[in-house]
């Protein structure tokens, strides 16, 4: 069965960084794309970063210049690099996937992460 694990959140300063990472794993063929989205209190899920196979790249508006996103196409594994941390980046960040289970081209799924909590406060 596919599964994706986050890790790297926590507690950080204002102006801190973290990095968090994702990992799929499971009944694989192809990855499409990965990222990440993020669910603040009182908000509704949004999009921070996703990344394709072939390298292209999406930022919410919110991130730009601060947030990287990288993936490791060999490791089934996404990054994101997220610097110059504001309070209203505390969110559970959950990390995202659409793949191919199988050959068949039609065969896709969108998987979710359990989410990690980041936190950022004086």
């Known amino acids: 069965q596919v599964q994706l694990v986050e890790s790297g959140g926590g507690l950080v300063q204002p102006g801190g960084s973290l990095r968090l990472s994702c990992a799929a794993s499971?009944?694989?063929?192809?990855?499409?794309?990965m990222g990440w989205y993020r669910q603040a209190p009182g908000k509704q899920r949004e999009l921070v970063a996703t990344k394709t196979s072939g390298g292209s790249t999406e930022y919410a508006d919110s991130v730009k210049g601060r947030f990287t996103i990288s993936r490791d196409n060999a490791k089934n594994s996404v990054y994101l690099q997220m610097n110059s941390l504001q309070p209203e980046d505390t969110a559970v960040y959950y990390c995202y996937g659409r793949l191919y289970r199988t050959t068949t081209t039609t065969d896709w799924s969108d998987y979710w992460g359990q989410g990690t909590q980041v936190t950022v406060s004086s």
């Open positions: 499971g009944s694989i063929f192809h990855i499409v794309s």
